[in-house]
């Protein structure tokens, strides 16, 4: 009994992360906001599905095999979002007119 409510809990945090991801995507103005929307996002969705399904089979191995994609998710978007926003930068894709700040404006060099 206790089990299927952390399974329910996990499962809707998951879907809500990951319906959160596809509206920053289809909302935001700019590549940099869309990328930074769908990595956090849906790194956080994608773990909460997994650890569902951990808790769903409750067994060593499906938990292991769980688990990995989850760590391997973790490791790689945030090396995902910073290989796409620094490709386009160096392409010159400008910033949204609603953005306050851009801390690169004046160091074109900060990317050889």
Do not use: Q
Request: glycine fraction near 8%; charged fraction near 15%; include cysteine.
């Amino acid at each position: 009994m206790i089990r299927e409510i952390f399974i329910s809990i996990s499962l809707f945090i998951g879907g809500f992360f990951m319906l959160l991801a596809g509206f920053g995507i289809l909302r935001f103005p700019d590549v940099y906001t869309r990328m930074h929307a769908g990595t956090k996002s849906g790194t956080l969705g994608v773990s909460g599905a997994l650890i569902a399904l951990a808790l769903y089979f409750w067994d060593t191995e499906v938990t292991i095999r769980a688990l990995l994609p989850i760590i391997f998710t973790l490791i790689t978007a945030p090396v995902a979002a910073h290989c796409i926003s620094r490709s386009a930068f160096k392409s010159g894709i400008k910033l949204s007119k609603n953005s306050v700040i851009n801390e690169f404006e004046n160091n074109k060099n900060i990317y050889p």
